[in-house]
């Protein structure tokens, strides 16, 4: 229950590798460690993009140029890397990197409605009651997560760049395995993770002295209770000196340390961008499970106007998640870490009265880079109009069964919620064997 | 306790009575009478619901993760632990091209050739061949798959020998488990039951009913279902021997309560914690009565006060102050679930606040509030409690707040098949919420006005049937034209002898002054999960009926228990004790309660940017106010009326918050705190020590305590002085002894 602090050896290496920046030694020292045997699952980590709102696959990455008008909408299509495969116009820097991916265009799930659609896409379960009345009715996967592997590196097990992103709790798994959350604004000069360092009027001096104080004066017994709240409490608090004393935890979310090239590079005044760098650092020093709001300048969700929407928003998503994957492929990261890049549904191939596309989760985009997945892989097809999956459907459960058995987590495994009814992390999924 | 040669002789017998449905005398340590029909067993024509569904059941064919799955497994799906015999029925024999059963060749039958292996089984193999189980089934398809007549008899009840043990160390039991029909017949079903250890530390149970002990200590039961009926059996294992009577000389029974308690310890040989200092025993009166921290002086008074009934009349003034509605009333908002979520009904909220707050003011009869609750019709505006129904928009809202709330049941699992732990069926679930269906509907966001159709029923989503109303375990009623039908639900509700409405309330009270519900989590009360101490749940519940549901009564009779006012420190002869009240058991400050102790601690109030008129965090309406604190301290949301929504479990964020944050460190360095006061140069730096020990943790320092920080302030020269004293109290705000009620 409560996650473990043991700095594992390979833990340390990662931590430790930093230093040395992102070149040879680095993966010098990570191919050894794989050497070393451990299990390939145990070292990966997962980034999540979460497009909320819902982009437009159409648009983006199943397009339709023959499609009727009134379908295939305003962009062109460019060559990708893979031959044959083509992708949106505004894409151009991610169109050279296709041979990574693994682009699953044919993910569906049956939720309309916003809310529900990020239920089932942060949790993996359609809400049985109605969210607006009943909340978040399932774990959602970062807590999943950290429940089955806990901590890693001094760091916790499920990390939420700025807040989480909605139904990204932890519901019946309880509150230890919500998601950390950073707040604050990463494009800030004084982006600064909240309260995980001594308040500024406190100096490291007076906060040792307040340490040894609360060493002292803080003695009741740790049997008092029948629930364990008092041990758990003290396990937390010595998490939380690790945490704010470390200097490769607070070096972890100093997006300082990054120099102005690396951090144009994601850019630097785009809040996504700088949150996908700050998710990179802490996947870079052993955090597991990292979720990223990847908003730019307009709502992805365009019912009206939907091409200047997405003219406005895909070169920014072209430029940073380009930068994510790069970046992670050059340190040497990207084979253990899994980014999973989608929205919560995709738009309506067809195109409504107001210039605008709707809701779509029938048959849409999800993509799925590093981690172990094979690259350069374009799997299930949508009808010509790219209404319905023609070939290879793709659940979203699929998708997270995929998540969890690179994770070497059991997804058949059942946790009891309030009613006691044992629920399968993943219910009605299978790993997509196509892409491992 | 019974030998290995007995347990087997019991299981021949349980399998003779399986195949035969007739008589034995067993040798169980209590024995049963069970129905006679000395006929040749293999000639008795079986029931496919009373004789197949269950084996069904035992081989585990229709659970949750094989064929019982909503979607079924490899194309067959049968209902949820057969809960739907005619569904069952069909499946396997008319479906699969028939090939399930085959009663030419019954041999040959899918179902036979799956479950033993003989053709690839996903579930592996279930059964062999020589086993009962194999020649029941071949039997049943041998006779044609007769499908059991219209009339006959159901399942009423099903009883379990023994009903309770108690045993010392590692020992074995074998239960016998008997169900009775609807026509007064009954059979043992030991071999088709099904187990479960709800504690399997503690014992373990096999798949034929043999309990064995761990020799761990503690009490636990076994859970034993049966086609739609459930029973326990409760198990208590012991590790300490008999305490003499002396041992229980120093604690003087007050009241019933103590009586009951007290007979319980003596039954498991567990002796009491002292009684709890007198500082100790008026910060856990505060702040579980009233959510409030004592002021230094009322610390300093209640300590000197020779009076001997001091402890009961303090707790008859706490319940006259205002922070005692106040924390009730926030308490009830959350089980109400008084909540705007993202509508526009901050006003609808205040106002039910109010109301939920007035009728604890006037010590409304509890049967009276609910009453006033399920049944109100009208304009929101004449009965703001009319609230309760935004959020109760669905009948399955309904049904489902309408059990937890008021009844502590969770009946959820029924919505869709029958409670797998409960018996409670998809029909009771559906014709609960037939109560319901005149109610003009209303559509999501403020209700304004609730009144009722001429016309309205409920089909019951299987059988398409039309359903009249009917409590749970209790009779139909007919709509009568022009009649609120939620007046016959209310008035079986609030009844004295309702099974569920008095206990719920008693537990959940019990829960909230104890630390743990009689019944653990309070709001799961059902047959498979007994209280800890039936006699005192009943009795409690009895007292309250007998007094009118007066709340304020039911609070004195715990609060003036000498059991409440135990030390909260653990003897050897109590440590592993977690259900049964040796000691207090200590537990976090609920999350607005806690934000008001630091708030009144250090003299600076909580502003809430949004509520700007309230000064407390227990004065919050509803769960929608800005708040860093309340958030990452586990507020309830409001989205269900479960008590597990406000959460008491530590996490990172409230450690790093209460180490790190900038909003503590600004009500510590506050010029309008209570440390600029103390940190006056002509103040006494041993009685500023002694006033920030009784602002936080209610009591004096110790001598060791006192030096310690009198050493530490006086070190440092002012104006250093003043961030000294800012150390000590952020020390004591961190500590645990000010996190926790203990």
């Not at chain 2, 194309?75 to 069909?90: E, H, R, V």
């Amino acid at each position: 229950m409560i996650p473990s602090l043991q700095l594992t050896r390979r833990g340390f290496l990662q931590a430790g590798a930093v230093s040395f920046g992102g070149g040879v030694l680095t993966n010098l020292l990570r191919s050894e460690t794989e050497a070393a045997g451990s299990s390939a699952a145990e070292k990966r980590s997962v980034i999540v993009l979460m497009q909320k709102g819902g982009p437009s696959q159409i648009d983006m990455w199943d397009m339709k140029p023959d499609a009727p008008v009134e379908y295939r909408g305003e962009f062109s299509s460019i060559d990708s890397n893979i031959p044959g495969y083509r992708v949106c116009e505004l894409m151009p820097k991610l169109a050279q990197m296709c041979d990574k991916l693994a682009i699953l265009r044919t993910v569906y799930h049956s939720m309309m409605d916003h809310g529900e659609g990020m239920h089932i896409a942060m949790t993996g379960y359609a809400p049985i009651r109605n969210i607006k009345s009943s909340g978040q009715q399932a774990p959602s996967l970062g807590s999943i997560v950290s429940k089955e592997l806990g901590w890693r590196a001094g760091l916790p097990g499920y990390i939420a760049v700025q807040k989480e992103i909605g139904f990204g709790k932890s519901a019946y798994l309880g509150i230890a395995h919500d998601p950390f959350e950073t707040f604050g604004y990463p494009t800030s000069d004084s982006f600064r993770v909240r309260n995980l360092r001594s308040s500024d009027g406190v100096n490291p001096a007076r906060a040792e002295n307040r340490r040894a104080m609360l060493e002292r004066f803080d003695t009741l017994r740790r049997d008092a209770d029948t629930s364990g709240a008092i041990g758990a409490m003290d396990t937390f608090r010595r998490q939380a000196f690790e945490l704010a004393t470390s200097p490769q935890v607070q070096e972890a979310f100093d997006l300082s340390q990054e120099n102005a090239a690396t951090r144009e590079r994601y850019g630097r005044k785009s809040n996504a961008g700088q949150s996908m760098l700050l998710a990179r650092r802490l996947v870079e020093r052993g955090a597991r499970f990292v979720t990223v709001a990847t908003d730019y300048e307009k709502p992805w969700d365009s019912h009206e106007d939907n091409f200047t929407a997405h003219r406005r928003n895909i070169p920014g998503y072209d430029h940073t998640v380009s930068a994510l994957l790069d970046d992670l492929e050059t340190r040497g990261l990207l084979n253990h870490t899994l980014v999973i890049i989608g929205g919560e549904f995709g738009r309506t191939p067809r195109i409504n009265a107001k210039a605008g596309r709707d809701h779509w989760p029938t048959c849409y985009t999800t993509i799925l880079v590093g981690g172990g997945v094979k690259r350069g892989i374009i799997l299930g097809a949508s009808d010509p109009l790219g209404e319905l999956p023609k070939e290879r459907p793709i659940s979203i459960q699929d998708v997270y069964a995929t998540m969890y058995h690179l994770l070497g987590i059991d997804y058949t495994k059942n946790y009891l919620n309030e009613a006691n009814r044992p629920v399968p992390i993943v219910n009605y999924g299978e790993p997509i064997e196509e892409i491992l | 306790m019974r030998d290995s040669k007995n347990s087997s002789v019991v299981r021949l017998l349980g399998m003779l009575l399986l195949v035969g449905g007739f008589v034995a005398e067993t040798s169980a340590d209590e024995a049963v009478s069970v129905a006679t029909s000395a006929v040749d067993p293999a000639k008795v024509t079986l029931s496919f619901t009373n004789d197949i569904v269950p084996v069904l059941s035992k081989l585990g064919c229709n659970s949750g993760n094989c064929h019982g799955k909503a979607i079924g497994q490899n194309g067959f799906k049968l209902s949820l632990f057969g809960f739907d015999p005619d569904f069952d029925y069909a499946a396997l024999v008319h479906e699969g091209l028939g090939r399930r059963v085959s009663p030419a060749a019954p041999d040959d039958s899918l179902m036979l050739l799956k479950a033993t292996g003989t053709m690839p089984h996903g579930g592996g193999v279930r059964l062999t061949p020589d086993s009962e189980s194999y020649r029941l089934l071949r039997r049943w398809i041998e006779q044609g798959m007769p499908s059991g007549r219209d009339d006959e008899p159901h399942d009423v009840k099903l009883e379990v020998t023994p009903a309770e043990r108690i045993v010392q160390g590692q020992s074995q039991q074998q239960l016998r488990v008997v169900v009775h029909y609807s026509d007064g017949s009954t059979r043992d079903v030991t071999q088709v039951a099904r187990f479960d250890s709800q504690h399997p530390d503690i014992l373990t149970v096999t798949p034929d009913g043999l309990v064995q002990t761990t020799g761990r200590a503690g009490e636990t039961s076994v859970m034993v279902r049966y086609q739609n009926c459930v029973a326990t059996s409760r198990f208590v294992s012991l590790v300490e021997q008999a305490k003499p009577e002396s041992a229980y000389a120093a604690f003087k029974p007050k009241n019933f309560v103590d009586e009951l308690v007290l007979a319980k310890w003596r039954k498991l040989h567990i002796v009491p914690s002292a009684e709890a200092g007198d500082a100790e025993f008026l910060r856990r009166v505060f702040l579980d009565a009233m959510g409030t921290l004592p002021t230094p002086q009322e610390v300093r008074d209640f300590v000197a006060d020779g009076a001997p009934d001091k402890r009961d009349t303090l707790i008859d003034r706490v319940l006259q102050r205002e922070e005692q509605f106040d924390l009730w009333a926030h308490r009830v908002g959350d089980l109400l679930r008084n909540r705007v979520g993202d509508s526009n009904g901050k006003d609808n909220t205040i106002a039910f606040a109010k109301w939920i707050r007035q009728s604890l003011v006037e010590n409304k009869p509890y049967d009276q509030f609910v009453r006033e609750i399920i049944t109100v019709t009208g304009k929101r505006g004449d009965h703001p409690q009319m609230d309760w129904y935004r959020w109760a928009i669905t009948n399955e809202n309904r049904v489902e707040d309408t059990a937890q709330a008021f009844l502590g049941l969770r009946v959820s699992c029924a919505n869709c098949h029958n409670h797998p732990f409960e018996k409670v069926s998809q029909t009771d679930y559906w014709q609960f919420a037939a109560f319901f269906a005149r109610l003009k509907s209303v559509t999501y966001g403020n209700v304004d006005e609730l009144s009722l159709n001429e016309k309205g029923e409920i089909k019951h989503p299987r059988t398409e049937q039309l359903l009249t109303p009917k409590v749970f375990g209790g009779p139909q009623f007919a709509y009568v034209a022009g009649e609120d039908p939620r007046l016959k639900l209310a008035e079986w509700l609030t009844a004295a002898d309702n099974p569920y409405f008095a206990r719920a309330i008693c537990n959940r009270m019990w829960g909230h002054y104890l630390g743990v519900g009689l019944v653990d989590p309070v709001d799961d009360m059902r047959a498979t999960n007994p209280p800890s101490n039936p006699e005192l749940l009943d009795a409690l519940a009895r007292d309250f009926v007998a007094h009118k549901f007066d709340l304020k009564h039911l609070m004195k009779t715990i609060l003036k228990s000498r059991i409440y006012g135990l030390s909260s420190t653990p003897t050897d002869d109590n440590r592993a004790d977690t259900r049964n009240y040796a000691r207090y058991y200590s537990r976090r400050l609920q999350p607005h309660v806690l934000l008001d102790a630091i708030s009144s601690a250090t003299g600076v109030p909580q502003k809430f940017e949004d509520y700007p008129e309230v000064k407390k965090a227990i004065l919050l309406p509803n769960e929608k106010a800005r708040s860093d604190f309340l958030e990452i301290f586990g507020r309830s949301e409001r989205t269900t009326p479960c008590e597990c929504e406000t959460s008491l479990a530590p996490n990172l964020s409230q450690v790093l918050y209460l180490l790190n944050s900038d909003e503590l460190q600004r009500k510590l360095s506050s010029k309008d705190g209570v440390l600029d006061e103390l940190a006056k140069p002509d103040k006494l730096t041993a009685e500023v020590v002694e006033d920030l020990f009784l602002r936080t943790f209610s009591r004096r320092p110790r001598s060791d305590e006192l030096q310690d920080a009198i050493t530490q302030i006086e070190s440092e020269k002012s104006p250093n002085r003043r961030t000294a004293l800012e150390d000590l109290l952020w020390t004591l705000l961190n500590s645990k002894e000010f996190l926790f009620n203990h």
